[in-house]
């Protein structure tokens, strides 16, 4: 167990040095996955590597707990603040599951509808709909998403840094002939008083390590009672308590990587995915390859279609910050922070122009990331779950 565990953390570790290495030129998850995947069928790895490795269990109940420490993550007042770029964000998400109809005829249902959520999001989504999947015995369909999972980002990343390289333009032209930054963040006024200490905040002595995987286990495990009675997905219902708790101040923000464990629960939301890989044989790649192309040419398709020759782009204001937003349920954090922050530094001539393009990007990017990838692809996955 311990041979085949090191073996599955070598794995995930190689694409963790390569991504930083190239400054996530090259994605960690693609590097992991594609080496999981290319071991699997020259043999070199056993088809129940996952399980040989004891990550199977520590997989069926770390999602929830993810979920959980997503949801005490939200900043509900960034989002109310944002309110246009979220509207974008969520708008998004929908055109693309309405303009997905018309991949099911090429593609198939079942791999149309593990698909979409996995593009609205991010490794969350992945592991809900690839293990629904699994379970009903749709290995290709898992296969297929799996697959997308890992690849979107190269997907998205240069159309995101294409749009986001538009607009800094045009903030910048803005700026140079006004002087001004137009986009620069209004102060918060808070009556001169310093803003409040939450409950956590004043006993944070006390949410030690244990304590606050305790606040975690009984969310989890209330949200999935919840779930069971309702029929409403357990990971909805854990990132609305986790959104709850995290609104209220009672619990810390990122509450696992307050309680230091972020990293073996993302490994066990990782190994869930992974088994799906093993199903794939050499004659499937090339079905494989054809249904992720025509997956993302439909996702681009539609989202140039409704965000920058239909009107939408209007509840942004700009057709390549709509465009921008849109792209970014193909990122996620740190994806959105690193785009933006490249496009600032590639358009910038001085720290203050710099400083403009940040203004006038890194806010949306950010945000569209947050509202889809981190809240919204949840609540999509958990309703599509059911439709498998």
Request: with cysteine; charged share 10%.
């Amino acid at each position: 167990m311990f041979f085949y565990l090191f073996i599955c953390l070598l794995l995930f570790g190689i694409g963790d040095v390569l991504g930083v290495a190239t400054k996530a030129k090259v994605s960690a998850v693609f590097v992991s996955l594609m080496l999981f995947l290319v071991g699997f069928m020259t043999g070199v790895l056993p088809p129940d590597i996952i399980k040989l490795a004891g990550l199977t269990d520590i997989g069926k109940w770390s999602l929830i707990f993810v979920v959980f420490s997503m949801g005490t993550s939200l900043n509900i007042k960034q989002l109310i603040a944002e309110w246009r770029t979220v509207a974008v964000a969520v708008l998004s998400m929908i055109v693309l599951i309405v303009g997905s109809v018309v991949l099911i005829p090429v593609i198939g249902y079942q791999e149309t509808i593990v698909s979409i959520p996995i593009i609205n999001g991010g490794i969350v989504a992945t592991q809900i709909m690839t293990s629904a999947a699994m379970d009903k015995g749709f290995a290709m369909a898992a296969a297929l998403g799996t697959v997308l999972y890992a690849v979107q980002k190269f997907f998205g990343t240069p159309v995101a840094s294409y749009f986001g390289l538009r607009a800094a333009k045009e903030a910048l032209a803005e700026f140079r002939s006004t002087g001004v930054n137009p986009y620069a963040p209004k102060e918060e006024v808070h009556g001169g008083a310093a803003p409040k200490e939450t409950f956590f905040e004043k006993h944070k002595k006390f949410y030690g390590p244990f304590a606050s995987l305790t606040i975690a286990a009984f969310f989890s495990w209330l949200a999935f009672v919840i779930g069971k009675y309702t029929g409403l997905s357990a990971t909805i219902w854990a990132l609305i308590l986790g959104a709850a708790m995290g609104s209220t101040g009672l619990v810390p923000p990122k509450i696992l990587d307050h309680a230091k464990s972020s990293g073996i629960f993302n490994v066990g939301v990782f190994a869930v995915i992974i088994p799906s890989l093993a199903k794939i044989k050499v004659s499937d790649l090339l079905v494989l390859s054809f249904n992720t192309i025509m997956v993302f040419i439909v996702v681009f398709a539609v989202l140039f279609l409704f965000f920058y020759i239909l009107p939408l782009w209007k509840i942004l204001g700009n057709r390549n910050l709509a465009m921008g937003v849109a792209v970014m349920q193909l990122l996620g954090f740190p994806a959105t922070y690193l785009v933006a922050n490249e496009i600032a530094i590639a358009t910038g001539e001085t720290e203050e122009e710099r400083q403009v393009v940040n203004d006038a990007i890194m806010p949306k990017y950010l945000v569209g990331g947050f509202a889809t990838v981190t809240t919204f692809s949840v609540i999509t996955a958990g309703i599509l779950e059911k439709f498998l």
